[in-house]
T-cell receptor, first 112, second 112 residues
Framework: DTEVTQTPKHLVMGMTNKKSLKCEQHMGHRAMYWYKQKAKKPPELMFVYSYEKLSINESVPSRFSPECPNSSLLNLHLHALQPEDSALYLC???????????FGQGTRLTVV | SQQGEEDPQALSIQEGENATMNCSYKTSINNLQWYRQNSGRGLVHLILIRSNEREKHSGRLRVTLDTSKKSSSLLITASRAADTASYFCAPYPIQGAQKLVFGQGTRLTINP
């Protein structure tokens, strides 16, 4: 299995909703990442997990809450989002000792 | 800052022609990576060149690195319609936060 799987592929949520994005990989990678990408912009790093511990938080608002329950799974919990948070959310992982990242196909989030 | 700056921002060529895009960066790097992103999808790692390498090939891709000029180039030979995508470089730093940061990218369009 050489894939990073993200679910759901599309999500529409209201500003008062609570939802979660899920990312899963079974490649034994010990670093996992969340990126946010707005239209026609590059992906922006949000969080980095290393060995299931949060190692980098790029000053992301608290309405985004990451969680790494185990080495294969990464969640992004969302609540009280704003319309400007609508974007493509990308998950990625990388192998221990390597820097190349494997990306999932993303979740297209629309906040209404 | 850590990210690379790609040039040109957009490139449109005819199928069969070669495409060259450039990346400049400011930090000292461990390696530099190139990624491709088809519209609205996840990024795909194309090639990694280490700081002690000057040129690397992978299929129709050729990457060069000039650490004295802090620049890299990606050449795609004999372009195909399927090469239409955005291309991002990601300089990986020797020091500081170990993370992948992407520049604005080059949007490549291959015309049939």
């Amino acid at each position: 299995d050489t894939e990073v799987t993200q679910t759901p592929k599309h999500l529409v949520m209201g500003m008062t909703n609570k939802k979660s994005l899920k990312c899963e990989q079974h490649m034994g990678h010990r670093a996992m990442y969340w990126y946010k990408q707005k239209a026609k912009k590059p992906p922006e790093l949000m969080f980095v997990y290393s060995y299931e511990k949060l190692s980098i938080n790029e000053s992301v608002p608290s309405r985004f809450s990451p969680e790494c329950p185990n080495s294969s799974l990464l969640n992004l919990h969302l609540h009280a989002l704003q319309p400007e948070d609508s974007a493509l959310y990308l998950c990625a992982s990388s192998q221990e000792g390597r820097t190349e990242a494997f990306f999932g196909q993303g979740t297209r989030l629309t906040v209404v | 800052s850590q990210q690379g700056e790609e040039d040109p921002q957009a490139l449109s060529i005819q199928e069969g022609e070669n495409a060259t895009m450039n990346c400049s960066y400011k930090t000292s790097i461990n390696n530099l990576q190139w990624y491709r992103q088809n519209s609205g999808r996840g990024l795909v790692h194309l090639i990694l060149i280490r700081s002690n390498e000057r040129e690397k090939h992978s299929g129709r891709l050729r990457v060069t690195l000039d650490t004295s000029k802090k620049s890299s180039s990606l050449l795609i030979t004999a372009s195909r319609a399927a090469d239409t995508a955005s291309y991002f470089c990601a300089p990986y730093p020797i020091q500081g936060a170990q993370k992948l940061v992407f520049g604005q990218g080059t949007r490549l369009t291959i015309n049939p």
